[in-house]
């Protein structure tokens, strides 16, 4: 062998090395989530500036109006799973540009850097006050969470791995919809996800979706509808169109509270609207009703 | 000068034709005509498909299905909440196969428009579908879409009665049949909308036909913030039936009459006809096992990435 080849070949895997180094300090990092930059965060709601020590406390919840703030996938992990228990799977893959879009490797470079994460979806295996589960998450920081075919690759990969493993599959959605420079590609990312849910019914095994805000567009039209117990966070926005092109359709305005968690509960699209500070508990709960295939 | 400026200007050739009386100069006009749509009509843009796509004197489902099938019974409704115009659905004949029929409608006029919603289903369109797939599998029929529509309607009573539920569960159910499916692209293919009943075995599209996750409008507006760059929207977003075959995401593009399918129907309904004959008798030979295995593993790899292997340095390295 060449000794360039073999020299290149020896940087790539130190390089991987490195890459794999700062993926095993995740859940270091998730005992102490990452901070947001600043000391204070304004919440949105409320208009109150909080602590943003007081707001890791409170599972980046306002102590003053009770809303969610979006939260990263590294700490939606730290604030769900048992303390180091997360292992990530599925690691390497890299985004191309399929389509050849003007600036769309240096956008998704420049989210790499930003969020510290190859993609928007993390999954993994992962346990909750004890019981075993796989565990996935889409990251609304990284291009809104949306799905183009990495993303819909790991979704169908964490699948799979629920099913070697036979473990219950949890999802955190987090997205506003296809990835639009994938294109073509994206819309397909919703064929092969919902396909492998269906897989994962046909081993009776055990299927939530959280759907946080946001979650709309090819995601929602895809996998996070298709949970068997589909949970919510308060207030977050839900639907498959987003509020401003219904207006623009319809040319009227909305009703209140249109969209969100508790209106698709009170529609029937959603099991339950749970709050952040009792999702952890529900979802103990729930893995716990269904361990040995549901039999009690 | 796009397809419709031709197409008016080729209108007025042949309007010339019909006042002339003298035989020369009457081939002298037809030579006229020919070499125009030689020159002209052919090598289209992608803007240009999309307005071939979008033109109303395209042929609809219902043409498609009263000029392609035979004995076609239209079955309506979804049992749950009502019957969506928007999705034409039924039982027909072709080449001796009894398939269930299942097309996207638009209107010609703007009243019809307007009774089917310009083509935008509601959920209960896409539940009525997915009735009728589930009854042809019941009675092991091969399942035909036919694929036009801008996309899923964005209302507040779809929302409300669960659009994306209905596109999930159709996307989830279609992965499992065991009947074959065969899909269409018979104008617009848009988003999640044209998916929800097109995820067939096999993909086929008309050649001026689109198909797309988002309008080129939308696209424009999203990415670069102005919608008026719907042409250069269109050049990008890889669209038009030969992209897609290009990138292994359709089967096969069904050729249309030089300046789009309805300016000759008749030859475009044949040659659906064809096509679709003969993928059922492919589709005939196979297992239920092979049909479904087959449809799930074409979209399982559908995808493109790269992944860094770790293990394939082994040995190469220490």
């Known amino acids: 062998m060449k000794r360039e080849q073999l020299k290149e070949a020896f940087e790539r895997k130190k390089r991987f090395k490195n890459q794999l180094k700062t993926y095993r300090q995740k859940p270091e990092s998730a005992k102490t989530p990452d901070v947001p930059k600043g000391l204070y965060e304004k919440c949105k709601e409320c208009k109150t500036t909080v602590v943003v020590e007081d707001l890791i406390k409170n599972r980046f919840v306002c102590p003053n109006c009770d809303n969610h703030f979006r939260v990263r996938a590294v700490d939606r992990i730290g604030i769900t799973v048992d303390e180091d228990s997360f292992v990530e799977k599925g690691l390497g893959y890299i985004t191309l540009n399929p389509l050849f879009q003007d600036h769309y490797e240096q956008k998704i470079s420049e989210y790499k850097k930003k969020t510290n994460l190859d993609e928007a979806y993390v999954y993994g295996y992962a346990e909750i006050k004890r019981h075993p589960c796989v565990i996935g998450v889409l990251d609304s920081y990284f291009m809104m969470g949306s799905m183009g075919s990495v993303v819909g690759e790991k979704v169908v990969k964490s699948v799979e791995y629920a099913m070697v493993k036979r473990l219950p599959l949890i999802m955190f959605i987090a997205s506003g919809g296809a990835r639009m420079q994938e294109g073509i590609y994206s819309l397909m990312q919703m064929a092969k996800t919902s396909g492998a849910i269906q897989k994962l019914n046909e081993q009776g095994l055990l299927y939530i979706s959280v759907l946080t805000h946001p979650t709309t567009g090819g995601v929602s039209a895809s996998f996070a509808s298709l949970g068997d117990i589909i949970l919510a966070e308060p207030k977050a926005l839900i639907g498959f169109a987003g509020p401003r092109v219904i207006k623009q359709t319809i040319k009227q305005s909305l009703p209140e509270g249109f969209q969100t968690a508790e209106f698709l509960q009170d529609k029937g699209m959603v099991d339950k609207v749970v709050h952040r500070h009792e999702m952890q508990e529900t979802l103990s709960k729930l893995l716990s009703m269904h361990e040995k295939g549901g039999r009690a | ?318």
């Open chain 2, 1 to 318: 000068m796009n397809i419709l400026d031709k197409e008016k200007k080729l209108e007025a050739l042949e309007k010339e034709l019909s006042h002339l009386d003298d035989e020369d100069a009457i081939q002298d006009i037809r030579i006229k005509i020919e070499d125009y749509k030689r020159r002209a009509m052919k090598n289209l843009t992608a803007w240009d498909r999309v307005l071939l796509a979008r033109h109303k004197k395209r042929p609809t489902a219902q043409d498609v299905i009263d000029n392609v099938f035979d004995d076609f019974i239209e079955l309506h409704g979804d049992r749950k909440y009502g019957d969506d115009k928007a999705i034409v659905g039924g039982i027909g004949k072709i080449g001796g196969h009894v398939v269930t029929v299942i097309g996207e409608q638009k209107g010609k006029t703007t009243e019809e428009n307007i009774e089917c919603n310009f083509a935008m289903p509601h959920p209960e369109g896409y539940r009525k579908a997915l009735r009728l797939m589930r009854q042809a599998q019941k009675f092991n029929r091969p399942i035909v879409t036919l694929i036009d529509t801008p996309g899923a309607f964005p209302g507040i009573g779809a929302e409300a009665r669960g659009q994306s539920e209905a596109i999930a569960k159709n996307l989830q159910e279609m992965s499992q049949f065991g009947v074959p499916i065969l899909a269409v692209v018979i104008g617009e293919g848009g988003s999640g909308g044209a998916l929800a009943i097109g995820m067939g075995n096999q993909v086929f599209m008309l050649e001026n036909s689109i198909y797309s996750i988002l309008s080129p409008e939308g696209y424009a507006s999203i990415l670069w913030k102005d919608s008026s760059l719907a042409q250069e929207a269109a050049e990008a977003m890889k669209l038009t039936s030969y992209d897609l075959k290009e990138l292994d995401i359709i089967d096969a593009i069904i050729p249309e009459p030089v300046g789009g399918a309805h300016r000759e129907p008749e030859k475009v309904y044949r040659a659906i006809q064809s096509t679709l004959i003969q993928a059922l008798a492919y589709y005939s030979q196979q297992s239920p096992y092979e049909i479904k295995t087959g449809r799930y593993a074409k979209y399982r790899n559908l995808g493109f990435f790269q992944r860094f292997n770790y293990e394939n340095l082994k040995g190469v390295v220490k």
